[in-house]
């Protein structure tokens, strides 16, 4: 079985300039997660989506973040414009629905904001 | 809201020897989910293992096993015959309802000769 797949691996790109990251989940996972990891800390959760819909994105910076999935499969996350805070790895993970579910990551987007 | 704390920022074990990675977790929902990722320098986050909060006994996968005491909430991560290739960062997480994940600040671990 496929697992997450993210593109691109890493983007270095200035400030005030846009990027969009793209990911496509586990086949039958009805949710996917982005998180965003600093240098040095764990993950956490931008925005999450069942199907097409949005379940959570409280913390997602809306002013600069947007993130999509309309065809309840694949996921973008652009950030416009970047900030040097940006700076970091993006991942994408995806899971079934319900508590016991684990949620599945891709190898991520490192993001470098010069 | 659900909080979890890893206190160790880094361990180091000898190669063949357990050790044992501390996760306590705070949260008010009744039904939760207590998760472990490897994290290796490569930077993808690997499922280890899952314990639930109803669940009777311990959890195991393989080499690690899962140290669950509900009253004291805490789950902690027992590796057993450290390997080299467990060198990496891990973290423990939280599930509650509505499925959001909430992760520890990581335990870097280095296994030596």
């Known amino acids: 079985e496929a697992g997450v797949a993210q593109s691109p691996r890493y983007k270095i790109i200035e400030k005030r300039q846009s990027v969009a990251f793209w990911c496509n989940p586990i086949s039958g996972h009805a949710t996917l997660y982005w998180y965003q990891q600093i240098l040095g800390q764990g993950p956490k959760l931008l925005i999450q989506?069942?199907?097409?819909?949005?379940?959570?994105d409280s913390q997602l910076p809306k002013d600069r973040f947007s993130a999509e999935r309309l065809k309840g499969v694949d996921s973008t996350l652009k950030i416009q414009p970047a900030k040097l805070e940006d700076s970091a790895v993006y991942l994408c993970a995806s899971s079934l629905v319900g508590v016991r579910e684990t949620q599945y990551f891709g190898p991520g987007t490192r993001l470098l904001v010069l | 809201a659900q909080k979890i704390t890893q206190t160790q920022p880094g361990m180091f074990v000898q190669e063949k020897e357990a050790v044992t990675l501390d996760c306590t977790y705070d949260t008010s929902d009744p039904s939760y989910g207590l998760f472990w990722y490897k994290q290796p320098s490569s930077g993808e986050m690997i499922f280890l293992i899952y314990q639930g909060s109803y669940d009777q006994q311990n959890a195991t996968e393989g080499r690690y096993s899962l140290n669950f005491q509900k009253a004291r909430k805490s789950a902690n991560l027992v590796i057993s015959a450290s390997q080299l290739g467990d060198s990496a960062m891990y973290f423990c997480?939280?599930?509650?309802?509505?499925?959001?994940?909430?992760f520890g600040t990581g335990t870097q671990l280095k296994v030596e000769l």
């Open positions: 997480a939280m599930k509650g309802g509505g499925n959001k994940l909430t």
């Open positions: 989506f069942q199907n097409n819909g949005v379940v959570d």
